[in-house]
């Protein structure tokens, strides 16, 4: 009775993990949750304000499918003040999280055998948004002391006639490595006589640490500007995941006309007033807000890398921004699923398989929690690893 396709497409392992935990500790066990990738911060003020007042004003109605005028210039706005990128407010749509954004995208660029290129491990739902487009996923792993990045030689291998799309995600989800300006600069080198379009998945831009600098795809040179989808969203860097708010930006008019009209046939407009709410978080108003949550996140990195330094058998990348951790444990267990399941149910710690990355023998914490939590928690899969068998 069902497509193929929906047969196909696996349930999401990050948001599984995560309301298990929370039934979990809903029933009253003592759970430490590492699972899910979102903010422990409250929204922040203005943001809430803005809801608050467009309710009060009566924003009921629909709204233009791309979104209202305000938010698609704030969108321009941000992008110009934090990117260097100039796009005009036609050639933006705001949608239902950047999950949403990135779905649209691929819905409308791939077809039937299309290959599209994904640097591994890699967030959870680039693949199966590809397959679902019933598109082919083709992987490419860089070097762990890398940070798992590609380079402009492995991508040119990876090139097929039928490459149509290039996934990009810096800071990354699950590493948390960041791409240099040079080495963005060398993948495009690859690119420019292609026709590859690149979707640069930029959602935890502000979330860097140790100073090091986050260049937008598209801002590196009139090519990059041409092939490139701007996405991004305020789940993480606006600490508000449930109000779902993402955004695209694009030079190509005939995708963005094709995503307006996807948009148009599925959801309408997003929520009128999340739309009203973003624009403080857009605008800079919020920027204060944003910069504490970094500097928490940056200490929470170094107190886990500080109690994970000191474990045996293990290994990971050190972030340099997002907020994880991607822990190999390989030579403990190769059955990631398997050392979770059991970290979950022996010292009730979730965090998510490194499988569900397309990379066994990992898994991966979130350090988007307190630091006490963290140092707990870290405790118990000290723990949990030393006795492990
Ligand atoms: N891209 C990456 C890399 C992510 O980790 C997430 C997390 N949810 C998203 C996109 C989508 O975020 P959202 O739909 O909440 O905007
Ligand atoms: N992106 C977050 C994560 O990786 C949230 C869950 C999801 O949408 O996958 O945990």
């Given amino acids: ?118 640097p591994t491990p890699y967030w959870v739902s680039y693949p199966e948004m590809v397959k679902f487009a019933e598109g082919k996923p083709v992987f490419i792993e860089g070097l762990e002391k890398n940070g798992f990045k590609i380079t402009a030689e492995q991508l040119q291998k990876a090139i097929t006639p039928k490459t149509k799309v290039l996934m990009l995600n810096s800071p990354s989800n699950p590493i948390g490595s960041i791409y240099r300006k040079k080495e963005l600069l060398e993948i495009a080198e690859i690119l420019k006589n292609t026709n590859i379009v690149v979707l640069s998945d930029e959602i935890y831009e502000k979330l860097s640490y140790d100073n090091t600098e986050i260049t937008a795809f598209a801002s590196l040179n009139e090519d990059t500007l041409k092939r490139t989808v701007t996405i991004n969203g305020l ?29 148009g046939q599925s959801t309408s407009n997003i929520c009128s007033v999340i739309q009203y709410a973003a624009i403080p978080a857009l605008t800079g108003e919020c920027d204060q807000d944003i910069e504490t949550m970094r500097q928490a996140f940056e200490k929470r990195r170094n107190v886990a890398l500080e109690i994970l330094e000191k474990i045996p058998n293990i290994s990971f990348y050190k972030p340099e921004g997002a907020f994880y951790l991607f822990i190999n444990i390989q030579k403990i267990e190769k059955d990631s699923m398997k050392f979770c399941k059991k970290l979950l149910e022996e010292e009730k710690v979730a965090v998510v398989p490194g499988v569900g990355f397309g990379m066994d023998g990992y898994f991966r914490i979130s350090y988007a929690t307190s630091e006490d939590l963290i140092k707990k928690g870290l405790e118990r899969i000290a723990k949990f690893i030393k006795n492990y068998n």
């Avoid at 903010?39 to 924003?59: L, Q, R, V, Y």
């Avoid at 649209?104 to 299309?114: G, R």
Wanted: charged share 30%; aromatic share 6%.
């Fill in 1 to 118: 009775m069902l497509t193929k396709r929906s047969q196909v497409l696996e349930e999401s392992i990050t948001l599984a993990i995560a309301s298990l935990a929370n039934e979990l500790k809903a029933k009253g066990e003592d759970i430490i949750s590492f699972s899910a990738g979102e903010p422990d911060f409250d929204t922040p003020k203005a943001i809430k304000n803005a809801a608050i007042a467009a309710i009060e004003k009566g924003c009921g109605k629909y709204t233009a499918v791309p979104g209202i005028k305000e938010v698609l210039k704030a969108v321009q706005t941000k992008l110009k003040k934090d990117n260097a990128l100039d796009y005009e407010t036609s050639e933006v749509v705001v949608n239902v999280g950047a999950k949403h954004s990135l779905f649209q995208c691929i819905e409308c660029l791939v077809e039937k055998d299309d290959e599209v290129i994904i």
């Fill in 235 to 263: 789940s993480k860097c606006g600490a508000m995941p449930g109000w779902r708010f993402g955004y695209m930006a694009s030079k190509n008019k005939e995708l963005i006309s094709a995503v307006k009209r996807l948009q």
